[in-house]
């Protein structure tokens, strides 16, 4: 399960709940390219409030995604 994370100031994250690992947005990070694959495949993403996103509304924020 992957949560949105967005900071006061700086760029847009997801947290790898599992580890709490912070994952940027960067298409050449592994994890990155994995989150995406994940979430599109069914795993559960919150939004920064901790709301689990639709499958529906979750691929479309990936869609969005670099």
């Known amino acids: 399960m992957y949560k949105l994370?967005?900071?006061?100031l700086?760029?847009?994250n997801?947290?790898?709940?599992?580890?709490?690992a912070f994952i940027?947005?960067?298409p050449v990070n592994t994890d990155?390219?994995?989150f995406k694959l994940d979430v599109t495949?069914?795993?559960q993403l919150q939004d920064a409030d901790g709301n689990v996103?639709?499958?529906d509304a979750a691929?479309?924020?990936?869609?969005?995604?670099p």
Not at 5 to 8: A, I, L, Q, V
Not at 59 to 65: D, E, G, P, R, V
Request: proline residues 6%; hydrophobic residues 30%; without cysteine.
């Open 59 to 65: 691929n479309a924020f990936i869609a969005t995604l």
């Open 5 to 8: 994370y967005k900071p006061e």
């Open 14 to 20: 997801v947290i790898r709940l599992s580890d709490n």
């Open 53 to 55: 996103m639709t499958q």
């Open 32 to 34: 990155y390219q994995k």
């Open 24 to 26: 940027p947005f960067d």
């Open 41 to 43: 495949n069914g795993d």
């Open 10 to 12: 700086g760029s847009e």
